[in-house]
C-alpha cells in the first residue's frame, strides 16, 4: 500500500486509476503536497545558509592566515606544548623524575617557560635553547620566570647549571641573551613550522604512552 509523501501526513493512498491524471502523485491532497513543497524549500533555504556561513568562516580564516598576530597565537600553543613533550621525554629517557628548570619541584603543572620572554626578545620565541620544562603558576607565572631565584628556589639560570653543567649553562644563556636582532616572520614559513610542531608532538605523546 501506498502513502502519502509528505512525512506529518503518511495517509494511505488508493491505487492509480490509469483514468486519473497525475496531478499529486504520490500525495493524498493538493495541500500535502503544498506542505511538502514548503518544507523541501525550506531545506534547501537551510542549506544554503549554512554552506554560504561555511564560504564567510573559510574566508575569514584565508585573511587570518595571512595576519602575524594570528598566526603566532596559533603557533604559540603548537610550540609550548610539543616543548613540554620533548622536555618530560628528556627526563623519562634519563630515568629521571620531571622537575621544575626553576624552583626543582616536581609533579607540577607544567608549562614551557622561555629564558627571555616574548616581550623582552621575541626573536627566540620558538628557540628550544630558550625554553625548558617549569611549573607554570609559581614560577613562570606568579615569579615572571623565576629567573635568579629567591630564599626558596634555585632560579632558572642555576637550574640550567645544575641540569647542564656550568659551561653548557653560560653557552645556553649566552645564546640567549645574544638573540635581539628583530626577526621578519613569514606566515606561510610560521604555518609549516606550525604543521611539523604538531607532528612531532603527536609522535612524541605516542611514544610516552608506549613508554
Known amino acids: 500500500m501506498r502513502k502519502c509523501r509528505h512525512k506529518e501526513c503518511r495517509a494511505e493512498l488508493p491505487p ?15 495541500d500535502c503536497a503544498a506542505k511538502d513543497g514548503l518544507a523541501k524549500a525550506r531545506k534547501t533555504k537551510e542549506r544554503e545558509v549554512k554552506d554560504q556561513g561555511k564560504q564567510a568562516k573559510k574566508e575569514r580564516l584565508e585573511f587570518y592566515r595571512r595576519q602575524i598576530p594570528w598566526q603566532h597565537e596559533q603557533c604559540k600553543t603548537s610550540f609550548n606544548r610539543m616543548r613540554v613533550q620533548e622536555e618530560l621525554m628528556w627526563f623519562s629517557r634519563r630515568g629521571l623524575e620531571p622537575e621544575c628548570i626553576s624552583c626543582g619541584k616536581i609533579k607540577m603543572d607544567w608549562c614551557c617557560g622561555h629564558f627571555k620572554t616574548v616581550g623582552a626578545q621575541s626573536g627566540i620565541r620558538y628557540d628550544r635553547m630558550n625554553t625548558y620544562l617549569q611549573c607554570n603558576r609559581y614560577c613562570n607565572q606568579a615569579l615572571s620566570g623565576n629567573l635568579d631565584g629567591n630564599k626558596n628556589t634555585r632560579g632558572y639560570k642555576r637550574g640550567l647549571a645544575e641540569r647542564f653543567g656550568e659551561d653548557d649553562a653560560r653557552e645556553i644563556i649566552e645564546h640567549c641573551e645574544s638573540k635581539t636582532a628583530p626577526v621578519k616572520w613569514d606566515w606561510q614559513e610560521m604555518e609549516a613550522w606550525r604543521k611539523e610542531w604538531n607532528e612531532q608532538f603527536r609522535e612524541l605523546q605516542r611514544q610516552r604512552e608506549a613508554a
Open 16 to 30: 492509480v486509476k490509469a483514468s486519473k491524471p497525475i496531478e499529486i502523485a504520490g500525495y493524498c491532497s493538493y
